[in-house]
């Protein structure tokens, strides 16, 4: 194999593709990126066995080959290269790289050594705007599980209906939904659960301007656009029923302004328990008042303005959720929904005459009060 190509060529490979190189692994190879030398250009691909990252970036090639080198050092080493050209090369399993007066050579290993990536053909699949791609994965995979005792709720659970895409994902305290329009797919109504990792490449990966082709083949689910490819295999299971856990009866409402919201949270759980996390609101006509008492620590108060329809409530929280779902439903006003204060509260985006409203919906469990 020999090429020559652009040191800022080079450092975009590497870095699309090191990412899914594992910091830890009992296999050597997976620590290595395979580089394909072709009439096309260079393909780089890493993988962890669960997501896979290949990238095709420009090159002069001479000579067609195939080998896997270590990733992580040609990244270090590339980024410190001065911005001329590189000349790549191999003899038998080591990878040769010249940039002005620098010259290296690494140990790598065969290429058929290499995981072998998953055959999906997006041809077979449907098309998804970047940007909407971008914005359900932005507003929903936070709110997966880490815990492995459930492991569907490890994953994002992505809806295709005929004419919109939907993700959700909870951990049983807090869920996030969101729904948009998209084009009809030759694969209705088809739900996968997708780890939150691939979603992440993708989401580093591609641009809201891009036009994303993705397919399922059998386990696999293969996301492609301008010659950048994620794979990942997906999770086993059949998600949990979300619709039943969200309230539909609220009759407590109150909108108010996120990042006051968000800064009175942030006081008071400063002194709330460590293991809880617990915070009071007491919701009224105009205001919300803030409490806390951790006996072993002591207390807080505080008091923000907010438009109130209904019933008087007291309602516990675990700050860190609140906090989480308040920091991604990104709109400056929010819209609380309540029922009682042992049901599950809902947080949506409140947008304004200008802004194209969201089909977005946060809910939070409450906490038990103990006076």
């Given amino acids: 194999m020999k090429f020559s190509i652009t040191r800022q060529n080079l450092h975009q490979g590497l870095n699309a593709v090191s990412a899914s190189i594992p910091a830890k692994t009992t296999l050597p190879v997976l620590s290595n990126i395979l580089f394909e030398a072709g009439a096309d250009g260079v393909r780089m691909s890493g993988t962890d066995l669960d997501v896979a990252v290949r990238i095709r970036v420009a090159a002069d090639v001479e000579q067609e080959g195939r ?30 790289l010249r940039c002005g007066r620098a010259h290296f050579k690494l140990n790598g290993l065969p290429a058929d050594d290499f995981p072998t990536l998953p055959e999906v053909s997006v041809e077979e699949g449907w098309t998804a705007e970047g940007a909407q791609l971008l914005s359900l994965i932005q507003h929903t995979a936070f709110a997966v599980s880490t815990e492995e005792s459930r ?11 005929d004419g919109e895409m939907r993700m959700v994902a909870t951990n049983g305290h807090r869920l996030a939904k969101m729904t948009i329009p998209a084009e009809s797919s030759p694969q209705t109504t088809t739900q996968l659960i ?3 990792n691939a979603l992440q490449q993708v989401k580093r990966l591609f641009d809201a301007a ?3 082709r993705i397919a399922r083949e059998g386990n696999h689910l293969g996301f492609v656009s301008n010659g950048t490819e994620v794979y990942t295999r997906l999770i086993e299971g059949t998600y949990p029923n979300y619709e039943q856990v969200i309230p539909k009866d609220n009759d407590k409402f109150a909108t108010v302004q996120r990042k006051p919201l968000e800064s009175a949270v942030r006081r008071v759980a400063a002194v709330a328990s460590d293991q809880t996390h617990r915070i009071r609101l007491q919701f009224s006509e105009g205001k919300v008042q803030f409490n806390v008492l951790t006996p072993d620590l002591g207390e807080a108060h505080d008091e923000i303005e907010v438009s109130f329809s209904g019933e008087p409530i007291t309602i516990g929280f675990n700050a860190n959720y609140l906090l989480e779902v308040l920091r991604y439903v990104g709109t400056e006003e929010v819209k609380l929904g309540f029922k009682a204060p042992e049901r599950a509260a809902t947080v949506e985006p409140v947008t304004g005459p200008d802004e194209e409203a969201l089909d977005y919906l946060c809910l939070v469990m409450p906490l038990r009060l103990v006076d």
Wanted: overall charge negative; glycine content about 6%; hydrophobic content about 40%.
């Fill in 67 to 96: 080998l896997t080198a270590p990733g992580k050092k040609l990244q270090e080493i590339t980024r410190e290269l001065p911005d001329q050209p590189v000349e790549v090369a191999t003899r038998g399993d080591q990878i040769e």
């Fill in 151 to 161: 492991p569907v709720l490890n994953g994002v659970l992505w809806e295709l209906r």
């Fill in 194 to 196: 997708v780890p939150p």
């Fill in 210 to 212: 891009d036009a994303v």
